[in-house]
Every structure is written in structure tokens, then in C-alpha cells.
């Protein structure tokens, strides 16, 4: 069975540029959450989405945005890039909402310079 | 608002010298805690979740236990494929039951 997969692995963009992150969830999982984790920390919560829906929403500024689709992927926008933008993303589905555990994929690598 | 808090920040055992990694939380009303396993560049693996005070889980050298205000990870006899950085995670019931807020995690290192 197919994890949680994501695209692209890797990325390096230009201060200012705008990028999406995709991400598919396990077949069968309705939610997709987001996570940003900076070297030496832990995941941070940016975005849940639940049958196409916005269910929670971390503390980022709004040029973080996110959409899921009707066959439950989903993309991560960011506007206007900026250095501190450098991290992992990660994201991570489950059966529901807020019941079950979270598988997460293996991340995508932006590098802002 | 939600906190979790992990020590040590890292951890160096020989192999086969047992030990335990400390998670406290503070969360309104516990829906959850969980513990992952991350490699370096990949993403996390969940090992446990852990729903109420007393439960106890294991997975081969691994044992989870929770408490009110703790989560324990208990490695027993670890080997030096057990080097990894763990995370625990704790998912509240209030305002933001829908995510996970994580510690900043504990990197242990088994040597040979």
C-alpha cells in the first residue's frame, strides 16, 4: 500500500517567489494536515483539512495557504518567500479529523536564498 | 496553550544500556499522545498513541507509558539502529483538537 506521498522532494527558490507543495493522502484518509519543521525543532502546525473543508489553522502569516481536492490531495501555497521560510514540510493524513492517529510522508526540502 | 516538553534534548547510550526519555505536557483535556520515530531528512513514524493515564504500550525495545502531566519512552537493551530522534506530540480537546503540538524532540544516539 502506498503511504502518504509528496512533491517535490527537494526545492530551492528565490526570496520573493511563490511555491506549492503537493501532497496524496493513504487511500481511504479524509484529512490532510500540514507541518513545518525548522532544523532542531519539532513539527509546527500550519493547516487540517477535512472533505475539502478548512478545520484548523496555525499560527502563520496569510501568505501560507492551502487547498485539499475532491479526490483528498491537497496543496500547500506560499507566497512571497522569505529565508525563514526554509524548512521541511511535512504533511500527514488519518481516517478522521481528530480520532485517529496520523501517517506522515517523507517531506518536502525548500530551501529559500 | 498547548505545550509539550522533551528531555533530554539528546541522549548517548552504549549498546545495551537501558534508559528512559521524558515528555510533559500541558494540554486542556487530553484527546491524545503520541510518540514518532524521525531519521534524519524523512519524516516522522509513528510508534504509540497513548489515550489515558496508566496505559502502557510496547514495541519490541520500546515501551510507551503516560501519566497525568508525563509520557515516559523506555528503551530497553537499545542497538545502534535505534538512533534517531524521538518525538511525542500531544493533541488537546479545546480549540485546536485538530493538531498536534510536538516537543522539540530527543536525538539518541546507540554506540556500538
Known sequence: DAGVTQSPTHLIKTRGQHVTLRCSPISGHKSVSWYQQVLGQGP????????????????????FSARQFPNYSSELNVN??????????????SLEGANYGYTFGSGTRLTVV | ??????????????EGESSSLNCSYTVSGL???FWYRQDPGKGPEFLFTLYSAGEEKEKERLKAT????????????PKPEDSATYLCAAQGTGAG???????????????P
Open chain 1, 44 to 63: 509546527q502546525f500550519i493547516f487540517q483539512y477535512y472533505e475539502k473543508e478548512e478545520r484548523g489553522r496555525g499560527n502563520f502569516p496569510d501568505r
Open chain 1, 80 to 93: 512571497a518567500l522569505l529565508l525563514g521560510d526554509s524548512a521541511l514540510y511535512l504533511c500527514a493524513s
Open chain 2, 66 to 77: 503516560l501519566t497525568k502531566k508525563e509520557s515516559f519512552l523506555h528503551i530497553t537493551a
Open chain 2, 97 to 111: 483538537s485538530y493538531q498536534l503540538t510536538f516537543g522539540k524532540g530527543t536525538k539518541l544516539s546507540v554506540i
Open chain 2, 1 to 14: 496553550e498547548d505545550q509539550v516538553t522533551q528531555s533530554p534534548e539528546a541522549l548517548r547510550l552504549q
Open chain 2, 31 to 33: 484527546r491524545g499522545l
